[in-house]
């Protein structure tokens, strides 16, 4: 939705090393949201509103789209997940009422992630960020529990879904089912709906 958000986001970012105030400003910009959104709509802010979704998506035209299996493991993302909030909680708790280190300190941890994920891009596909992202883990565990697609029985289960999926995810091994695609790491960006020359995905 907002393809250029990558560019805001560094922009606030870099001034937030020289006005701390502006960083604590982005901080809130850019986490409190997936709160506020997650339980409504999952990951649909993965896909439409993150600044490294939107950055990811711009290259990803030219990194491969499979995903190693490592990066799906679930003990990497929960261990990521732990450390990023331990991380997240010292900082509250170390710089709380003095808001410049405060903001500082979180615009420190908002480039520490930033670099990581454009690190991941170098030996892996565009959103493998995404797999282990904490905020991303954050809005599928906060993700209702309901139909993200609808693949109708017009599928002809060619994969291609799968192939452009950014998750590595398969939407075609849920054709015809009735409560449709429920997998809670499904974005809902609508590139499989996109591609699929039998129109048989309906993002919901």
């Known amino acids: 939705m907002f393809k250029n958000l990558f560019i805001l986001y560094i922009g606030l970012l870099t001034l937030g090393l020289f006005e701390p105030i502006i960083g604590l400003f982005s901080a809130l910009l850019f986490i409190v949201p997936v709160f506020i959104i997650a339980p409504f709509s999952g990951r649909w802010g993965c896909a439409h509103l993150c600044p490294h979704g939107s950055f990811q998506d711009l290259f990803g035209l030219f990194i491969r789209n499979t995903i190693p299996a490592w990066l799906k493991s679930s003990w990497l993302r929960y261990g990521v997940l732990v450390m990023a909030f331990s991380l997240w ?58 139909a993200k697609l609808m693949i109708t029985t017009d599928c002809v289960y060619c994969r291609l879904c799968a192939k452009t999926c950014p998750m590595g995810l398969s939407p075609y091994m849920e054709r015809g089912k009735i409560d449709g695609f429920t997998n809670p790491d499904c974005m809902r960006c609508g590139r499989c709906a996109n591609f699929c020359f039998k129109h048989a995905i309906k993002v919901k």
């Open 89 to 146: 909680s010292y900082t509250l708790i170390t710089n709380w009422g003095n808001w410049e280190n405060l903001g500082l300190a979180l615009t420190k941890l908002l480039w520490f992630s930033t670099i990581i994920g454009l690190g991941l891009m170098t030996v892996a596909p565009a959103r493998a960020w995404c797999n282990i992202c904490p905020m991303g883990t954050v809005a599928k565990i906060l993700a209702p529990k309901k």
